[in-house]
C-alpha cells in the first residue's frame, strides 16, 4: 500500500529524517513508534504531502505520491482541531466535500456515522458547546468520512475516556476487517500491541527497527526463563538467586548459550520443575531498550 | 480550483451568517445618518429655543453700527469699562464689545469680554462688520465714495472646461473631482484594513486551532490562502453594497424630512457673508447638473472597482502572510509596519499632493506604484488621467498583487506549520527563499 524509499528530510541543519525506508502491506494496522521529536510527525507530513521530501521516493499503491493521492488518505493529526463556530453537521460536510466527495456523497456519510455512533442530536450543535471527547470523536468521523484506503492516526486516543476509546478502537479494527490501511503513530505501547501488526520505530531521524510484532518479539527475546521448582532434592546453585515461597522455589535462568531441553534436564536434577516458562518482552520494554541502546552508541 | 470554491464559500458563509455582520452591515449605515440628524435637530432647536443675547457695545469712536439679529441684539452707550464689565459679570448682558478710540490706519486694542467664550462665529461676524466699516471710513477719508467701490465690486466665476484630443468639451468642476476622489480614496483605504485585518484573524485563528494542518493535508496551503483573500473580499463587496443601497436610501429619506434648512448655511451666512452669496451663485443648480453629466462616470467606477479589488488583493495577501507568521494576533504588530507604512503614505499623498495637483510628478509617482496607486490614483481618477498612465498603473497593480501573493504563499506554506517560534524578518526571508 505504501512504500518508502531513503526518504531524507532536513530543516536546514537539523536532520528530520535519514534514509528511511518503510513498506506499508496492504489491509494491516501499522504502528509508527518512536519517541518526541524523533521524526514521525515529518514522515506523516511527507505522506499527506503537506510537505516535501528533500530525496527519496513516496509509493502508493505503486505510483509515485502525487496530488490526486490526498483522497485516498484519511488524516487525523496530533493536534486536532476543528472551526470552534461551526455546527457540527457543517464542519463534516467541509471536510468530506474537501476530500472530493460530492454533497450528496458526504450527507449520506455523515448521517450514517453520526447514527453508527449516537452523535445525531448534536448535529446542530457548534464544537465550542462540545465536550473535548465529544469534539475527538466529531474529528475522528471527518477523518475516515470519505472512506480512504489508507488511514494515518496520530494519537487517536489521546483526549478519549476509556469508553470513547474503546468505541474508537473497535472502529479502527472494523475499517482493517474491510480492507483499509492503518498507520498508527502512538506512544501507548499497549494499544500497539493490541492493534497492530507491524511496527516500524524511529529514532533521531534513522528507522531503528521494523517488523511484524510476533517476529520483534523473538527477535528481541532476552533468552531467560523463568522457572518454579518443588521438593527441592538437593541445593541449588548459590549464583541463582531464588525466592522461596512454602516449599516453592521461583527464579529466572539464562539460556547462555544452551539450548532450552538441556537447560530443562538440568533443573530436573533439582527437583520437580512446576513452571518453566520464556520470558516475552513487552514493546514497550523492546522501545526503551531500542532508543537507549541508538542513544548510547 | 473546486477545492478553492469550497474555501471561499466557507469563509464568505460563515461570515455573512453572524450576527455581528449583520449588526455592523445595518447599524453602520444608520448611525452616521442618525447621528447627523441629531445635530441637525439640536442645532435647529437651540436656534429657537435660544434667548436673544444682548451685547453691550461701547465705541468710543462713535463709528460704528452692528444689526442685531435674530440670536444677538447691540445695545450701545457710554458706560465706563467697569460699568459694561460689571452688566456682564451680573448678566445682564452677554458680553461687552469694547472698541476704544485708534488710528483708523492701525485699528487695535479692539476687545470682547464675556463670562463664556463667545462663538467663532459671533466672533468672525464682529470682526467683518467692523473691518467693513474701517475700510469705508479710509476710503471716505481717501476722498473715494464707498458707494462707488460697491457699484464697482463683481462677481466673477470661472467655468473650467476640459478638452480632449478629439475636441469634445466637458464641463468640470474641481470641487465635485475633489469630493469624488477624496471617498473613492477613504473607502479603499478602510476597506483594505477592515478586511485586512480579517483576513490575518482568520489565518491566526486557523493556525492556532490547529484546523489547518487537517486543510493542508486537503489542499495546498496556496489554495487555502487564496480561498480566504476572495471569500473575505466578497464580504466586502456584500457589505460595501448593501450600505451603498442603505446609506442612498437614509440619505434621501433624511434630508426630505428635515427639508433645505440646513443650519451651515445660515451658520456660514452669519460667518461670512460674501463666500455664502459666493456659493449661492456659484452652485446654480444647472451648472451643477452639467458638471455631473460631464463625468466620466463609467471610467471612474470601473477603475473604482479595479483600484478597490486590486488594492485589496495586493494587501490581503501581506496580511495572510502576517497572520500564517506569527501565533497569536498580538505578536502581529511586529510585521505590521511594512504594511501600514505604505497605506498611510498613500493616504496622506492623496490628501497632500493628488487632490490638491493631480498632474503634479509626486501624484504621478503615488498614483503608478502599486503599494500607493489604489489610494492615489482613485484621487486622480476623478479629474481625469492619461489613458497610458492609468493603463500603467493598473498593469503595475496586477504585478505588485501578483508578486506579493507569490511572496506570502511562501511564506504562509510554512509559517502555518510553525508554532512556538517567533520569527524574525531574517526567517520570513528564509522561508521566501525556501524552495520546498
Redesign the interface.
Known sequence: MLKIEKLNKSYGVNKALTDVDLNVSEGVVFGLLGPNGAGKTTLI?II?????G?SGEVYIGGELLA?KH?EL?G?L?E????????KVWDQML??A???GLSPQEAKIKIKYWLEKLEMETWKDKKIEDLSKGMAQKVQFI??IIHNPPLLILDEPFSGFDPVNAEIIKNEILELKEKGTTVILSTHRMESVELLCDQVAMINRSKKILDGTIKKLKSTYRPEVYSVTLDQLKKDLPTEWISKEDEGSFNFTLPLSGKKPNDLLNELMQYGQVSRFQELIPSMEEIFIHQVKSTENG | MD?IW?VIQ?EYV?RVKKKSFLLVTLLTPLIFPAIMGVFVWIALEEEDNQALRIIEVVDDNKLFFLESSEQYAFSFSDLSSEKAKKLVQDGDRYGFLHIPEFDIEDPSGISFYGEENPSMSLISYLENNLRKKIEEQRLFESGIDPKIINDVRTKVAIKSITLDDEGTETVSDATVNYAIGFVAGILIYMFIFIYGNQIMQGVIE?KS????????????PFQLMLGKIIGIAGVGLTQLLIWIVLIGTLTTIVTGFLGMQMPQQQAMELANPELAQGLAQNTDMGDILLVLSGINYIQIVLSFVFYFLGGYLLYGALFAAIGSAVDAPSDAQQFMLPVTIPLIVAYMGLFVFVLNDPNSTTSFWLSVVPLTSPIAMMGRVSYGVPIWELMLSMGLLIVGFLFTTWVAGKIYRIGI?MHGTKPSYKTLWKWIKTN?
Not at chain 1, 79 to 86: A, I, S
Not at chain 2, 209 to 220: A, D, G, N, P, T
Open positions: 507530513r499527506n504531502q503537506i510537505i516535501d528533500d496530488p490526498i488518505i488524516y493529526p493536534e486536532r482541531g476543528l472551526y470552534k463556530k461551526m467541509y471536510f466535500r474537501l476530500k471527518s477523518t | 477545492k469550497l466557507r460563515s486557523e486551532s490547529r484546523i489547518v494542518e487537517i486543510l493542508v493535508s486537503s489542499l495546498k506549520l520546498n
